[in-house]
């Protein structure tokens, strides 16, 4: 520990408040951080590259390595970008240099943010700061463990299908996948379009709006972007006229572990104690399609965003006899099983003859999906379930069975889909592991799930250093 | 009894649009500059670059389409082409697909047996490909020992003009072209220059028994780099599919590349290996809605377009001038020179000939000047009127001084002269007096190369015949 600085339950409001009071100089701070990174990054491999220079004025952060970093290796975990040196900032990264961040360097991840345990890197897995035996969950298990760690104050991740809920969730952290429009994607190295965001992986619930806040807004290099109602940092625990609905699909997932029922069924208690009222509701046509769906729909756009990985302007190139050969070696040569997988997918269901029935037909499920969390929300303020039906599996539990990976991702999809913001927080532990709460909302709804996250954490006291770690 | 052929031709054409900037980044749109000097993240699809569309080549689309009497779509949207190439960075072209901006449109094209209506089918708005240099070749890819890309050129805005297949002769399909290129450079959108390729087009022919509305097997020629061109390989081609036919075969659909040294078009690529472009909705940019207003506030730049001139000027002179003065942008010259007194018919030939000779600008040339130097044309000597021609685009150009130059037509400067000639010319004299009329041309060109072409011709004509009368 550097300077007293005590990383592991330092949040980034308080590393905030310490620089700004001028009590521990924005150097320090970083070196602090650095020193914890070099004490147990050898175990936990969080990170991909690090960063030898604080480059800032104000408190470190973590970068998922889909987030492009001018002047930073930015390599999404493939080998088709391992020596990848952008020219330019993500707008997110832009941000936070901007607001006066320190990068501390890039978090690993599956590679371009396709898997659920961070084992599809092509540097190789992180672990699971609580059991070093597990996966952090994915793809950003990187920036999860990293905070987890004490490694950094706080991250970002990217979440398509549940890369930032999920491995928050397994890491005990607070994450926020944000309403699609509200975080320019510009930089962001694409996996699905209409699907990726960027999201804050934090420590706690304020820290994780300081972000959001910091990193949100329309963006004139992302027309997808949107204007962003303001957002409101949480105080106090009042739930009174919160409407909490329990999507029945989802709190009754087949697999889901006693523990995690147990967690999420007594933070629900909770957040009837505060005043919220709790209803059972239905979703069933999300949960039944949404993973389906979802699987038409990021490997297409995958199998095209992909496509620019041709050897030919930057990242890895494999000779050939002619350009196509130069291609296909590099491509071959560049990417790994699990991306090549969902090329194919996709590649599929693009096809002529096969669009409608797969692209098309999934796209038309997916308004439906919308609808149907719509009508909910004429009733309810906010959806809750767990965000995993089980905690961290042990590495190489799945890697050998995509479907069963694929299935992981079955409780978060469902409002990605949608186009919803989701925020996991901890609720508690089942055998010595973190329990992730998910909190869905309408569009724009982020200050609701934060006042709800916020006030349910206060309730439950949860201990975000991992056992082994205090 | 042998058949009458009728062709039937549908017209590909793509305008570059002359915007300040790309279509979908900030990089300078304009020819030239050295090899990838005008290029940036997105339009050299660095991970994470994304499209923001220009609004202005929106704009002109609609423009244009409003031109062509097109439906403008209230909603429109991108599509992603996707296929590998070195010249096209994305491994997708960014094009419109099943919901283009204009559709539905005609452009009425006057011949000399009456007017032609041409559908349009759609026109819709595209991002161009880089451009590829095969090197140590003849330039085609075929046999290329290495390819360079320049991407100055990848991300040009792009309209792309599809006609229906109703065009059923060579004259037509060129007066078609020369008529569309008017109409675009005259709405400002496009230099529209062939041999820049800001204007290009392929050409779709078959070839069905007349009388018959089937729609036989098309072959499509492409690498036409001039409307004579066009005609000439359409022409061509129509021959060769009649003959193919006459002898019992059948045609195969082919892309044919025009050589206009060759007696044949080279087959390029069979369509067997046809591309499966995999379209799908472009995810990184939101649909198009174009605002009433915006589209009535462009119907009010557009002025009288060429058709309505070459329809109106038919009225005063041939068809075959008007159609010339207007495809050539020479016919707002020409009305301010009739305007200012000349003779129209003397001005359309003198716009039509000496001066498109000159390649001089019409837009260049101040109209009141240029009206003098017509009105004098039979008074000023020849090598003195050509001679202010080629100076009448120059910055401040007056037709005085050459108008000064009057040709000599005084008898008593002229007669020693005609005197001499005679003398020097005995045996034409005689054959004259013999009744050789024919021979006065010979003693006016002697007299006007004694003078150094300053004698008025007519005079001298008439004061040779006087003396060999005598």
């Known amino acids: 520990m550097s300077a007293g600085i005590d990383t592991l339950r330092l949040t980034a409001e308080e590393a905030l408040a310490l620089v700004e009071s001028g009590q521990v100089s924005s150097v320090e701070l970083w070196q602090a951080y650095r020193d914890a990174i070099n004490e147990h990054d050898g175990e936990l491999h969080a990170f991909l590259t690090l960063v030898d220079e604080p480059d800032g004025s104000g408190i470190p952060i973590a970068l998922k390595d889909v987030i492009s970093t001018r002047g930073v290796r930015t390599t999404a975990a493939s080998k088709i970008l391992e020596n990848y040196v952008p020219v330019f900032d993500a707008t997110v990264a832009a941000k936070c240099r901007a607001a006066g961040m320190t990068l501390l360097g890039k978090t690993n991840t599956d590679e371009f943010a396709m898997g659920s345990s961070t084992e599809n890197s092509a540097y190789g897995p992180t672990h699971n700061p609580w059991d070093l035996s597990r996966v952090p969950g994915g793809s950003g298990g990187g920036s999860a463990a990293a905070v987890s760690a004490g490694l950094a104050p706080w991250a970002l991740g990217s979440d398509t299908g549940g890369s930032v809920k999920l491995p928050s969730a397994f890491c005990g952290n607070v994450g926020l996948r944000p309403t699609y429009g509200t975080v320019s994607r510009f930089g962001v190295v694409a996996f699905a379009s209409s699907l990726d965001q960027v999201g804050p992986v934090t420590k706690n619930v304020r820290d994780n709006a300081l972000l959001y806040r910091i990193i949100s807004g329309r963006d004139e290099n992302d027309s997808t972007t949107v204007d962003v109602p303001p957002i409101a940092l949480p105080e106090g625990t009042d739930l009174k006229g919160l409407r909490i609905g329990l999507p029945r699909q989802l709190n009754e997932v087949e697999g889901i572990e006693p523990g995690v029922k147990a967690a999420c069924e007594a933070a629900l208690a909770k957040a009837e104690e505060l005043g919220a009222t709790i209803e059972e509701c239905e979703l069933p046509l999300s949960v039944e399609y949404g993973l389906a769906c979802y699987y038409l729909v990021a490997p297409a756009e995958a199998s095209s965003n992909l496509a620019r990985y041709d050897g030919v302007r930057y990242g890895l190139r494999s000779e050939g006899v002619d350009f196509r050969e130069m291609v296909m070696h590099t491509r071959h040569d560049g990417f790994g099983d699990e991306v090549k997988r969902r090329i194919m997918l996709g590649t599929y269901a693009l096809s002529s003859g096969y669009y409608d029935a797969f692209y098309g037909t999934a796209q038309k499920v997916r308004t439906v999906i919308k609808r149907e969390h719509d009508a909910l929300f004429e009733r309810f303020d906010v959806l809750v379930s767990p965000t995993c039906a089980t905690t961290a599996f042990p590495l190489g539990a799945k890697a050998q069975d995509p479907l069963a990976m694929y299935l992981t991702d079955v409780l978060t999809i469902p409002a990605n889909m949608a186009g919803l913001p989701g925020l996991s927080i901890p609720c508690g532990l089942s055998d010595g592991l973190p329990v992730g709460l998910q909190l869905v909302g309408p569009q724009f709804s982020e200050s609701t799930l934060y006042r709800l996250g916020h006030a349910l954490e206060q309730a439950i006291g949860f201990d975000v250093v991992p056992e082994r770690l205090r | ?470």
């Open chain 2, 1 to 470: 009894m042998s058949t009458t052929w009728e062709p039937v031709i549908g017209l590909e054409i793509h305008v570059q649009l002359k915007t300040a900037t790309k279509m979908f980044c900030r990089c300078r749109n304009g020819y030239g500059g050295e090899p990838n000097t005008q290029t940036c993240p997105v339009c050299l699809a660095f991970p994470g670059a994304l499209p923001v569309p220009n609004r202005r080549a929106i704009e002109e689309t609609i423009k244009l389409g409003l031109a062509l009497e097109c439906t403008i779509a209230d909603r429109a949207i991108f599509h992603r082409k996707n296929y590998f190439y070195p010249d096209l960075p994305k491994a997708y072209q960014i094009s419109q697909y099943d919901e283009p901006l204009c559709a539905n449109g005609r452009l009425v094209v006057p011949t000399a047996d009456g007017e032609v209506e041409i559908g349009i089918v759609r026109a819709h708005l595209e991002e161009d490909a880089a451009k590829n240099v095969h090197v140590a070749t003849s330039g085609r890819i075929q046999g290329a020992t290495a390819t360079l890309v320049d991407f100055n050129r990848g991300g040009s805005p792009l309209v792309e003009i599809v006609t229906a297949p109703n065009i059923h002769s060579a004259d037509v399909a060129k007066r078609f072209l020369q008529l569309l290129r008017q109409t675009v450079v005259e709405l400002g959108l496009s230099d529209a220059e062939l041999d820049k390729g800001s204007m290009r087009f392929d050409v779709n022919v078959s070839v069905r028994p007349a009388g018959s509305d089937e729609l036989r097997t098309r072959t499509e020629l492409k690498n036409m780099n001039s409307f004579n061109f066009a005609a000439k390989g359409i022409e061509r081609e129509i021959a060769r599919q009649i003959k193919i036919y006459e002898n019992g075969g059948t045609v195969d659909q082919e892309t044919l590349h025009f050589d206009p040294t060759a007696e044949e078009s080279a087959p390029m690529r069979s369509k067997e290996e046809a591309q499966d472009y995999r379209y799908f909705p472009e995810p990184d940019l939101v649909p198009l809605h174009p605002a009433p207003e915006m589209i009535e506030g462009l119907r009010g730049q557009i002025g009288e377009l060429p058709t309505a001139r070459i329809r109106r000027i038919a009225n005063t002179l041939s068809f075959y001038d008007a159609d010339v003065l207007v495809t050539g942008g020479l016919d707002r010259l020409w009305a301010a020179v009739v305007d200012g007194g000349a003779d129209p018919k003397e001005a359309a030939n003198v716009l039509a000939n000496a001066f498109v000779a000159t390649g001089i600008n019409p837009s260049a040339v101040n109209p009141e000047e240029f009206t003098k130097l017509v009105a004098s044309r039979s008074e000023i000597p020849r090598a003195v009127f050509d001679d202010a021609l080629s100076h009448v685009g120059d910055p401040g150009f007056s037709a005085e001084p050459y108008v000064a130059q009057k040709a000599v037509s005084d008898a008593s400067a002229l007669e020693p002269v005609i005197a001499a000639v005679i003398e020097a010319n005995p045996g034409q004299v005689e054959q004259y007096r013999g009744g050789k009329q024919g021979l006065l041309g010979f003693f006016v060109g002697q007299v006007m190369k004694e003078t150094g072409g300053s004698a008025d011709p007519r005079v001298v004509s008439e004061l040779v015949r006087e003396q060999l009368g005598a």
